[in-house]
């Protein structure tokens, strides 16, 4: 298996565009979860969906951000308009019950 | 949910064994302490999780207090690849369903050659 796979790996962007992080979680597991970790805050939770339908988004900071899953090999996180507090690395993660696969992040540097 | 207390670094020579020390006074009876460790620049990846008894795999062994206030994860024979960020999270009884980990901030672990 591959593992949870994300893309792009590094994002560089400009304060106002969209951005969209993409996610392919393992095969067959039920959860999926986005991350975001900083210096400042270190790893949190934006949102997360099992059997594609979001089941908390308590974490997202706010309305530029949206997730979706629109079936249950794929996810979005997308930012619109991003801005430079927005810069840090997401992960997605992917589990069946208990244990979480992390992918490798994509890295986002907002100008 | 219930918190967690972990030193902010340790240090340790190559092939010794590291004890990395975890406080959580406020577990519930029914909490899974898990670890997971973050690597550089990687996401981070499960190590090892327990309720009661002391477990053993591949990559770690996990010892739990009797009264379950504190853990104990022990590598057997640190290597440099095991320098990594260590978190101890407590998580709710799989029987609740997946949720999201809250990671505190972990401990440090640098391993000297």
């Known amino acids: 298996d591959a593992g949870v796979i994300q893309s792009p790996r590094h994002e560089v962007t400009e304060m106002g565009q969209e951005v969209t992080l993409r996610c392919k979680p393992i095969?067959?597991?039920?959860?999926l979860f986005w991350y975001r970790q900083t210096m400042m805050r270190g790893l949190e939770l934006l949102i997360y969906?099992?059997?594609?339908?979001?089941?908390?988004d308590s974490g997202m900071p706010e309305d530029r951000f949206s997730a979706k899953m629109p079936n249950a090999s794929f996810s979005t996180l997308k930012i619109q308009p991003s801005e430079p507090r927005d810069s840090a690395v997401y992960f997605c993660a992917s589990s069946n019950w208990e244990t979480q696969y992390f992918g490798p992040g994509t890295r986002l540097l907002v100008l | 949910d219930a918190k967690t207390t972990q030193p902010n670094s340790m240090e340790s020579n190559e092939e010794e064994p590291v004890h990395l020390p975890c406080n959580h006074s406020?577990?519930?009876?029914?909490?899974?302490i898990h670890w997971y460790r973050q690597l550089p620049s990687q996401g981070p990846e499960y190590v090892i999780h327990?309720?009661?008894s002391n477990v053993n795999n591949r990559m770690a062994s996990l010892a739990i207090a009797e009264d379950r206030k504190s853990s104990t994860l022990i590598l057997h024979r640190a290597t440099l690849r095991d320098a990594a960020v260590y978190y101890c999270?407590?998580?709710?009884?799989?029987?609740?369903?997946?949720?999201?980990?809250?990671f505190g901030k972990g401990t440090h672990l640098i391993i000297q050659p």
């Open positions: 406020t577990i519930s009876g029914t909490d899974y």
């Open positions: 999270i407590l998580r709710d009884p799989p029987g609740g369903g997946a949720d999201g980990l809250t």
């Open positions: 969906f099992n059997n594609n339908v979001p089941i908390d």
């Open positions: 095969s067959g597991h039920d959860y």
């Open positions: 327990g309720l009661t």
